[in-house]
């Protein structure tokens, strides 16, 4: 049994066949965690999918009705390079919705995990790049509704910038945006977070947990969230098809323990979403996954242990 809760729908793979984003990931890191005994089925809460008044406090309403609609320009749609489906928005809908649930329950107990999430290239007003709801957007949107938090700070080390981030939070004084990827990689352009580590290609594990900790200690001495949600990529991976980066499987349970700390000394509640993964076998992207929920585990235990 985990410390804090697993958000999970099996709604959330999008049926992509043969496309280079895995999206049975999401199953095969539930069934992995159970198989394991890392976690129980107890762990796991269904989300509801997220409101049209949930997105709308990030996306525009052309984009809202194009999406229910289908009515996408085919241009449009070769952006979003996933196929366009009602299947895919109600997956969308879902992970946003799991990454409320998450943000809810780690206000709750200090860490939560969405199986899921973590679309940090979607726009308001398009998607790209697999991303077509920012859930995470969605999700800090609407914990600041509810006043259950004034401020929050999105970590984002998927090795591509975090650009639907940068852009939506841009001039937003209570969203602190950290963004750590490769510079020479998509997207481009890059709008400016509050913090962007533009990475060279071929950065290794003791090179980047230097260069991450250094700035986590900026953003940390900067601002004080109420809340930090976690984009935690596993394309920094040196076999990912879509990276250039070269941290091990060990280098990024050593990034994510990294980033867990800061949360955990700083006590600041803690969501975790997944982001990318495209390992040329889909087990690393899977095992890179569940080390991330296990560095939230050891961090939580340790706390546990120390107080
Ligand atoms: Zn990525």
Request: aromatic share 10%; hydrophobic share 40%; charged share 20%.
């Amino acid at each position: 049994m985990l410390p804090f809760k697993l958000v999970y729908a099996d709604g959330y793979d999008l049926n992509l066949g043969s496309h280079v984003f895995p999206s049975r990931k999401y199953r095969l890191i539930k069934e992995h965690l159970l198989a394991e005994g890392l976690a129980t089925s107890g762990d796991f809460l269904v989300p509801a999918p997220c409101t049209d008044e949930d997105i709308l406090r990030v996306h525009f309403q052309d984009y809202l009705y194009k999406l229910k609609t289908g009515s996408l320009t085919q241009a449009e749609v070769l952006r979003m390079e996933v196929p366009y489906s009602r299947e895919l928005i109600d997956a969308c809908r879902l992970a946003a919705g799991g990454s409320i649930l998450a943000g809810q329950c780690a206000l709750a107990d200090g860490w939560a995990a969405n199986i899921g999430g973590g679309f940090h290239h979607a726009y308001p007003d398009h998607g790209e790049g697999f991303c077509i709801i920012h859930d995470v957007a969605v999700a800090i949107r609407r914990l600041q509704f509810d006043k259950a938090i004034e401020q929050a700070m999105v970590v984002d080390t998927d090795v591509h910038h975090g650009n639907g981030t940068a852009a939506i939070f841009g001039g937003d004084g209570t969203v602190f945006t950290f963004s750590i990827h490769q510079e020479n990689n998509y997207p481009y352009p890059k709008p400016p977070s509050t913090i962007d580590v533009h990475l060279p290609d071929g950065v290794g594990d003791d090179d980047y947990l230097a260069i991450l900790e250094k700035h986590l200690n900026r953003a940390f001495q900067s601002f004080s969230p109420d809340i930090l949600f976690y984009v935690a990529g596993a394309d920094p991976y040196r076999e990912d098809q879509l990276g250039g980066l070269a941290l091990t499987i060990d280098g990024l349970y050593r990034r994510d323990a990294l980033v867990f700390d800061y949360a955990r000394r700083h006590r600041v509640p803690a969501v975790i979403t997944l982001g990318g993964g495209y390992a040329r076998a889909v087990a690393d992207t899977v095992h890179i996954h569940i080390g991330t929920i296990l560095a939230a585990r050891d961090c939580a235990q340790a706390k546990a242990a120390s107080s």
